[in-house]
């Protein structure tokens, strides 16, 4: 086993847990209703090796929806069917620096990279233009979710309507973005907007669960072969691409400090997940809706760096 004498792991986890839960800062996201009445109180986290030991611990079971966090996982698809030339021909690979929703591209009239909106947003146009143009929004739905159905080994991933609604009814910035990408002819050609645009308030309002996201996480770890079911569902090459941009994108201005802290490729969500990965260790997801003023989970955020201080997984460390 990868982690050899793994309740004693688990106790240490069950002890950085419980230090957190005791974090009561940060706010509930209100820009939708249905994220603002949560309960600050949840709290879960959920562990998968990549040779498939679980552990989880909290509120595991409860619902909420990828947000962000599927970012890394369309753009994973998009890799995987149009090799990282042509995806990167359309976006970058650079920390823009600003706000996860800001309405900026780079010097070549790209989004910076894959993680904010505006490059989420690119990828769901090369999703609609170049993957599959022969599929209806209908059929790009199903497809997207039986990918993320494959990488959580066939654990929880839903679909949250409310959300999805309220998402592209409190949208006015991500439409900007879209005008602004389309004004400055960033998209491929054949690209329907409106078809896009919901289609990322779709990825969006995806729901799942922490224990299926820990399985994502361990599938990202494990080279891009879930440890669940063993299925190959990614090349290597796409996970090296995810990861890489995760590491420096992955937690919005907190990017490069988190990097830096915590030394390990990591992406958040506004529904306050987390979800981190241990290249060949293992995947964790933790999930605690309070925000810090970044837009990343309090608890998340402690519970990672709290993790690298206990076990050496900070990249450099041991060098
Ligand atoms: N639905 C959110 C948005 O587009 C997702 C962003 C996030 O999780 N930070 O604004």
Redesign the pocket.
């Known amino acids: 086993f990868v982690i050899p004498d793994f309740s004693s792991f688990t106790k240490d986890i069950e002890e950085i847990y419980c230090n957190c839960k005791s974090n009561t800062l940060g706010k509930l ?1 209100d ?2 209703p249905q994220l603002a009445r949560y309960s600050p109180n949840f709290w879960g986290v959920s562990i998968c090796t990549v040779d498939g030991q679980r552990f989880s611990i909290g509120d595991v079971d409860e619902p909420f ?7 890394p996982l369309t753009y994973a698809i998009a890799l995987e069917k149009l090799g990282p030339k042509v995806v990167h021909s359309f976006v970058g690979q650079e920390p823009s620096g600003r706000n ?2 800001e309405l900026v591209l780079d010097q070549n009239k790209k989004p910076h990279n894959p993680m904010i ?1 505006a490059g ?1 947003i690119l990828t769901c146009s090369l999703m609609n233009a170049l993957v599959k143009p022969d599929m209806t929004s209908a059929e790009i739905f199903d497809y997207t979710m039986s990918w993320f159905k494959r990488l959580s080994g066939g654990e929880y991933i839903g679909f949250n309507n409310a ?1 999805f609604l309220s ?1 592209r009814e ?2 006015d ?2 439409y900007a973005l879209g005008f602004y990408m389309r004004e400055n002819k960033c998209f491929p050609k054949r690209t329907n907007l409106k078809e896009v645009m919901d289609y ?2 779709q990825c ?2 995806m729901e799942t669960n922490c224990e299926a996201m820990s399985v994502i996480a361990a599938s990202l770890a494990n080279g891009g072969i879930c440890p669940t079911t063993e299925e190959k569902v990614f090349r290597p090459e796409v996970i090296r691409d995810v990861l890489s941009i995760m590491h420096s994108c992955g937690t ?1 201005d907190y990017s490069g400090q988190f990097a830096f802290k915590v030394g390990l490729p990591a992406k ?4 306050g ?1 987390m979800m981190l990965v241990i290249p060949n260790v293992m995947g964790i997801f933790a999930w605690s809706p309070p925000l810090d003023d970044l ?1 990343n989970t309090v608890r998340g955020l402690q519970f990672c760096e709290e993790l690298v201080n206990m076990f050496n997984f900070h990249r450099y460390d041991n060098l």
């Open positions: 996201a820009y939708i929806t990828l947000q962000s966090c599927s970012k996860f929703n909106n989420a959300v998402e409190a949208a910035r991500n990322y308030f969006c309002s919005y958040s969500g506004v529904s997940g837009g």
